[in-house]
């Protein structure tokens, strides 16, 4: 069970209800009681234009409610928006950076990396225009940068700009991105589903506090996609129709002339829907106990496709106070209002961590589909192993560490802290049966070390929502929260989110994306040594101690390691590989009904 996965080869999985290691695969096809490798198809240019393949449906259980991505944290709002809107390039399933709307990759070897490493130049592909038939030019990938950094815009993916200090267009073809100090890694502002551009002429109204009030460009935004919006009901269905000015569209792409997204329900009905009922072509996100996915593959009508890439589900700590009623609940105030419990103390989080067994966890929710991890960077080469004890549960040990802390039963056994009072906490996660399984048993061995908890559950489309003071991961109103970060490759996003100045707090209306407002001064140097660093070896020793402090100060607690997992219908071809490192609909043009 303790064995690392090796990123990066394509391997072959069959879905067991048994736990074991997970073997090397950045996608993996798990196929009805034989083991088949995951289809390498590819579509032709045909005679025909786009949009001739009827209709094609996607099962999002997780509803999205914005397709403005820049709204939000929530993983299920940047796919909805990324059949719209596209990134100047995207990450591959083997972190390959793919070009999107940009003609080719900037790199130190074709001069469009300064040898400095101070700046960044892109060159964007000619003749592409929006849905509404207008250029696509450089102006707009400056006003997608002046928008998320826009004072008050409370823009949820803010980290892809940290340390950049201006964009200009250079042309109407050229984007030069400068850093304020040499940067290693420059392809976070503008690559990934996550950080898109968006037409400056529908948003030039919506910068800074008006953007939340923008509801008609956030839920129909114009795009450069293959796809574009008809019928948007939040929290329930999205309908798109194929987009006539896509620059493949004369070539046959995209194949489906509709897409609707089908929200609601959980996990488990949305595979039922595509294995078995056969209603959906694909369904997203099958966070679903192995014995019950097994016999839905079994079925036969359809594949179960798993990719490794860096997603944990983890424990948030919360690092600011979301009781203190003389402020907002969870607002950092630049560190004047910490938790009473959790800040600066590891010798608790760590007893808690102690606690459980992470094999169990493992076993009960993902099977093959997941392994026990102890950092916030699960990837090889860079896992550490610093922090290790997690990998073996030690209900004693925990034990002697709050009772070394002082913190004694109580008459009902639950510990007492001396000014926070009986240690129970409220836990809240989304509601999903793998989720509730980790709260049962994870509050069954907390007892068995005098911690309580009130256990919370959240609908999804609320939990990974947006809004201010809304029951969400970024309002933080409890103790503690689970779920499961989608970090991008190389790292830098991911770590970004731990610096101290990306802490969502009211003074810089709520944006950013460090959710669980840790803050280290000693991280923060770290991480900027890192944006710094060329030699791979060196940013691998970064990352692990970077993960380190994270985990060491006790705002996360790791627990498993977690594949990607979704459901494909026989019938659909040229995804080719899931994605686990970005949107799963990255290459949804190349899909097609066979």
């Known amino acids: 069970m303790n064995k690392r996965k090796l990123v990066g080869t394509l391997a072959v999985l ?41 209709p094609l449906t996607l099962i999002m259980w997780q509803a999205p409610d914005t397709l403005n991505n820049y709204l939000s944290s929530g993983t299920k709002d940047t796919m909805a928006a990324s059949l719209i809107i596209e990134p100047l390039a995207n990450f591959g399933p083997e972190t390959e950076i793919v070009p999107r709307l940009a003609a080719e990759v900037p790199t130190l070897e074709n001069g469009g990396h300064a040898a400095d490493l101070m700046s960044v130049t892109w060159t964007l592909k000619e003749g592409v225009v929006w849905s509404d038939g207008t250029p696509f030019t450089a102006e707009d990938v400056v006003f997608t940068y002046e928008y998320c950094t826009a004072e008050g815009s409370g823009c949820a993916q803010s980290g892809a700009f940290l340390g950049v200090a201006t964009v200009e267009a250079v042309s109407d073809t050229e984007v030069k991105i400068t850093f304020e100090s040499p940067t290693a890694f420059p392809y976070l502002p503008f690559v990934g589903s996550t950080s898109p551009i968006i037409q400056k002429a529908q948003f030039e109204n919506c910068l800074g506090a008006a953007a939340a009030g923008c509801t008609e460009q956030n839920f129909a935004p114009i795009g450069t996609g293959p796809f574009k919006v008809s019928n948007f009901a939040v929290g329930d269905t999205v309908q798109y129709e194929a987009n006539d000015m896509y620059r493949d569209f004369d070539s046959g792409k995209p194949f489906f002339g509709t897409v609707t997204i089908l929200g609601g329900g959980d996990a488990e009905a949305a595979a039922r829907r595509t ?46 106070n979301p009781r203190n009623p003389a402020n907002a609940p ?86 007492v802290h001396p000014e926070f009072g009986p240690l129970v906490f409220t836990y809240n996660t989304s509601e999903n049966a793998v989720r509730q399984t980790f709260q049962d ?42 779920y499961t970060f989608v970090p991008l490759p190389g790292g830098q996003s991911h770590f970004a989110g731990y610096t101290t100045s990306e802490i969502p707090q009211s003074s810089n209306g709520w944006a950013g994306a460090n959710l669980v407002r840790y803050s280290n001064a000693e991280y923060d140097a770290l991480y900027d040594e890192l944006s710094e660093t060329t030699d791979q070896n060196a940013r691998n020793e970064l ?52």
């Open 330 to 415: 969870s607002d950092y105030m630049d560190g004047a209002n910490p938790h009473p419990v959790f800040f600066d103390n590891f010798e608790f989080v760590k007893a808690l961590s102690m606690a459980l067994d992470r094999d169990i966890l493992t076993e009960r929710g993902y099977g093959v589909a997941g392994a026990p991890t102890c950092n916030v960077w699960p990837s090889p080469p860079a896992v550490s192993t610093t922090h290790d004890f997690c990998l073996t549960q030690d209900i004693a040990g925990a034990n002697a560490i709050l009772d070394g802390l002082g913190y004694m039963p109580g008459a009902d056994g639950i510990r």
């Open 275 to 320: 294995l078995v009922l056969k209603e959906a072509d694909y369904s997203w996100n099958l966070q679903v106990p192995p014995d019950i996915l097994r016999p839905m593959v079994d079925a036969g009508n359809g594949t179960l496709q798993v990719a490794f890439a860096g997603n944990i589900e983890h424990i948030n700590l919360n690092q600011s």
């Open 441 to 482: 048993l994870i509050g069954a061995w907390w007892k068995e070390i005098g911690i309580g908890t009130t256990m919370r559950n959240t609908p999804a489309t609320v939990y990974f929502g947006g809004g201010i003071a809304a029951d969400n991961i970024t309002s933080f109103l409890g103790d503690m929260q689970m």
């Open 543 to 594: 990352i692990k101690q970077l993960s380190d402090l994270v985990v060491g100060d006790g705002a996360v607690i790791p627990l498993v390691w977690r594949a990607s997992a979704s459901a494909f219908s026989n019938e659909i071809q040229g995804w080719n590989v899931l994605n686990g490192w970005d949107s799963e609909f990255w290459n949804i043009a190349d899909w097609f009904r066979e």
């Open 14 to 54: 069959v879905m067991v209800v048994a736990a074991c290691s997970p073997t090397g695969t950045t996608g993996t096809t798990v196929a009805p009681a034989t083991t088949t490798t995951a289809g390498q198809t590819t579509t032709t240019a045909g005679s025909e234009p786009g949009g001739q393949g009827g």
